[in-house]
C-alpha cells in the first residue's frame, strides 16, 4: 500500500520497519486513533512511538480536537512556564482521555456545580486539574489535610483555579491546626492581577505580609494565628465583603498585650488547642482583649487536657466579663457523661450557650479540625 504524507511516497507493506517512520507521520496516525489506545496501546510498539506520546505539540492539537479550548494565559503559566513539563502533559493526556469518554469522569462529579476536591479519592487534585481544563463548575471546595508542600499536583491546580470563572473555597486544614505552616503561596496564586477566580472562604495560617493579598470577595476567613500583628493587620484591611471570622490560636503562645478587639463582623469564633490546667487566665484574657461587643460567636477548646475544675473556673472567668457565646464544643480525654453534664449546665447558665457539645478529638472533624 502506497501513503502520500507530504510531498514524500512511503510504501507500507509487511515489511516495513514501523520504527523508522518520520516522528510526521506517526503523529498524523495517531491523530485518528482514540485517546485510550494512542495511550494504552500505541505507545508500546517501539520506542520512536512512545516518544511522540509524549510530545507536547501533538497533545496541544489534541485537545483542540477534543473541543479543549484553554487561554493563552494558562498556555504560558501552565505548559510553557512549567516546573515539571512531564506531570503538565500526563494532565493534558487525562483531560483529552475524560473529554472523549465521559463515561470516564469521576462518578461524585456527575453535573453538579459544586465540586470538593481533596488529596485522594475519586476527585483528587489531579484529575481535576484535568476536567478543570474542560468544565467550569459554579463553585470549587479544595480541602487540604496534607502539608501543602507535600501535595502532588497542587500548584498546577492552583494555576488553573485562578483562570477560571468560578468560586473557590480553600481549606488548609494542615496550616490551619499547625500556625508555624503558612498558606501564603496558595493565596498569592489564587489572587495574583491575571487571576479570576473569587475566593469566599478561606482557612489557614498567612503571614503578615500576605495579609493584604486576601481580597474583597471573602465572605468567611478561618485564620490560625501565633503573632499578634496578623490580627491587627486584618483589622486594618479587611476585606468589606468579610462576615464571618473564626481564628485558632495555641493556648499560651499568644501575647495577648498587643492584641485587638475584632470589629465590624456579623459572626465570629475561637478555636483553642492544647489548653491545660494553668491556662485558664491566657483564656480569659484573649476574649476580654478580643471578643466584639455585638455579633454571635462561638468558643471550641480541641484537644485540650484541662480538668473539669479548671474548665468550671473558665468558664465563670469569661461570665464575670460578661461573655456571652451561641456555640461552645470541648474536648478533652477527661471527660465523662457525668460531668460533661454538669459542664453544660454551668455554660448554660452563665454564657447563655445554647448548643453545646463535648467530643473525642477524633469526632472533631465536623468543626474543621
Known sequence: MDFIFGNELFALNNNVMWNHLPAELICFIFKHLPVKDVLLSARKVCKNWNDVVYQTAFWLWRMQRA?????????????????????????????????????????????????TVRESGELNIFSASAILLFRTPKRVNLVLKKDPNDVKYLSILLKILALKDCEVELEDRYSWR??????????????????????????????????????????????????????QDLMRVKPPGLENLWLHMEAGSLDTSNLVQIQNVRGCGFYVSNLKDGDEAWLASVAQKIMPNEGFYGLFLVSCNFSVNVMQSAIQLLSDMGIKTWQVCLSSPNFTEENAKDLKHQLQHHLRSYYIQYKLAENLELYGW
Not at 495579609?211 to 465572605?219: K, Y
Request: proline share 7%; net charge neutral.
Open 67 to 115: 473541543g479543549i479550548r484553554i487561554n493563552q494565559e494558562l498556555k504560558a503559566s501552565l505548559i510553557f512556564s512549567a516546573e515539571d513539563p512531564e506531570t503538565v502533559l500526563r494532565i493534558i493526556q487525562a483531560a483529552c482521555l475524560f473529554k472523549e469518554n465521559p463515561n470516564t469522569l469521576p462518578g461524585q462529579l456527575g453535573y453538579g456545580q459544586v465540586w
Open 178 to 231: 499547625n500556625p508555624n505552616s503558612k498558606s501564603d503561596k496558595m493565596l498569592e496564586v489564587l489572587t495574583a492581577p491575571s487571576s479570576i477566580c473569587r475566593l469566599k472562604n478561606f482557612q489557614g495560617s498567612l503571614s503578615s505580609d500576605t495579609i493584604s493579598h486576601i481580597p474583597n470577595t471573602v465572605f468567611r476567613l478561618d485564620l490560625s494565628i501565633k503573632d499578634p500583628q496578623v490580627l
